[in-house]
């Protein structure tokens, strides 16, 4: 979450021209800082784990490489998603787009996009940590309509976790949420939206120790907002 601020920050000063003063700087120099506080939390819980002696130097070489894979991953996905929200900025400040009509062309190109990326997903082969379904693919639409069948649940909007809380609670709150940032976006800017955003995490991390969910690590409280 933090990296994206970092991100929404650059990417309005070099494509919509906006101004960051000495009190951003300082606000993206805190962010990097509790990012690089994550990295290290990765690396001092793999070297806590090779106190094991009996993980072999190839098995700790691997872990290794995954840890810094998908720190490669999340740090991509923040650009994209810095990327969106400033050319949301763009287009909804510029050209006046309501927020609820962002929100529905947005829900309809994703519809289309991802529709049509299931075709190909179909075929493209994965290692088994990418997939868990028998044709070892990225998506297999016609296992997806078995399971449908096997199981009623599934078709219904009902999470299997929690029967109690149906997914209509969860995509009319994701509705809202994103009628909300980008209303925040449109009316004052980009990188106040992310600020905002950051908050749940911060949140969810006072609930998650108050329920006993985690546990506290002392690198926590340093970067609450990553």
Known sequence: MGAVIV??????????????????WCGIVLVIFGL???????????????????????DKQYIIIEVVFGDVLIVSAQ???????????????????????????EGLFGVIV??????????????????IN???????IPDAFI??????LIIMPVSLNNLYMGNEVLLVSIAF???????????????????????R???IWIVSLALEWQKFHWVQHNNLAN
């Open 79 to 105: 650009v994209v998603a810095a990327t969106q929200f400033i050319l949301e900025e763009k287009f909804v400040s510029s050209l006046d787009i309501p927020p609820l009509q962002a929100v529905g062309w």
């Open 7 to 24: 991100f929404v920050g650059i990417f309005s000063m070099l494509f919509l021209g906006r101004k960051l003063g000495a009190r951003e």
């Open 201 to 203: 995490t911060l949140f």
């Open 114 to 131: 991802l529709g049509i990326l299931l075709i190909p997903f179909y075929y493209i082969k994965v290692p088994d940590s990418f997939s």
């Open 177 to 199: 949420f994103n009628f909300a940032g980008i209303s925040v976006t449109k009316e004052m800017s980009a990188t106040t939206r992310m600020v905002l955003n950051s908050l």
């Open 36 to 58: 690089s506080l994550v990295g290290l939390s990765d690396f001092l819980i793999h070297t806590h784990s090779d106190q094991d002696e009996s993980n072999s130097d190839i």
């Open 134 to 140: 028998s044709r070892g693919v990225l998506e297999d």
């Open 147 to 152: 399971q449908m069948g096997n199981n009623n």
